[in-house]
């Protein structure tokens, strides 16, 4: 399984764009870049998913530069209630996905 | 729509006590399904996954086990809990497509005295 390293906290203020990059040096060929969000006491929430270029969808959107070696997920104009913990992950088809520490991103009013 | 159910909600167990926590998943067939552990405050770290009835692989040697006897049933075990068990129990699920999306489960909060 790739590794991927990312910040262990982040914080934000209410409207602001926020954007937390993963490094994933030993990205293989074959692996997909994943973000994830979770709250506390629930299970993580599947946020977006890339291969290469840029993904986005109704809630963020995901930068992934021609190397892969890294991955930038952004999250528009945030609000309160995306104060979570967000994952990066890497995987191909191997069935497992490893979620390391994730990073805990704080909105203040 | 595919539902996942974990159950209980929360257990707290004595030390050397044995456990059984059941995940069941709803609306879709031949599901890949994992078990993760969350300590407080940490990442989720994978136990065991089966991409079929019968199949377990495990990640973390320790003394839990998992068994899966039907294709929709999942089951985490253990014949004496340690203190160290402790945390929030994750079941999942993921298809066989190309995406590589996970849908968790409630969570069971187990605590060890």
């Known amino acids: 399984l790739a590794k991927t390293t990312q910040p262990i906290s982040m914080d934000s203020y209410e409207g602001q764009e926020v954007n937390i990059t993963c490094s994933h040096n030993?990205?293989?060929?074959?692996?997909?870049i994943t973000w994830y969000q979770q709250f506390p006491s629930q299970g993580p929430r599947f946020i977006i998913q890339?291969?290469?270029t840029k993904v986005t969808n109704e809630v963020a959107s995901l930068f992934i530069p021609a190397d892969r070696k890294s991955s930038t997920l952004s999250l528009p104009r945030v609000s309160l209630s995306d104060t979570a913990v967000y994952y990066c992950?890497?995987?191909?088809?191997?069935?497992?996905?490893?979620f390391g520490a994730g990073t805990t991103v704080t909105v203040r009013a | 729509s595919q539902t996942i159910h974990q159950w209980p909600a929360t257990l707290v167990q004595p030390v050397g006590s044995p456990l059984s926590l059941e995940c069941t998943v709803e609306?879709?067939?031949?599901?890949?399904l994992y078990w993760y552990r969350q300590a407080a405050g940490r990442g989720l770290q994978l136990l065991f996954y089966?991409?079929?009835?019968?199949?377990i692989s495990s990640e973390v040697p320790q003394n839990l086990s998992a068994s899966r006897p039907q294709d929709r049933q999942f089951i985490l075990s253990s014949k004496k809990l340690l203190l160290s068990d402790s945390g929030f129990y994750l079941c999942a699920w993921r298809g066989d497509g190309p995406s590589h999306e996970q849908f968790f489960g409630p969570g069971t909060r187990l605590t060890v005295l």
């Open positions: 890339g291969y290469k």
């Open positions: 030993n990205i293989a060929t074959n692996d997909y």
């Open positions: 992950l890497v995987g191909g088809n191997d069935y497992k996905l490893s």
């Open positions: 609306g879709t067939s031949n599901p890949n």
């Open positions: 089966s991409v079929g009835i019968g199949q």
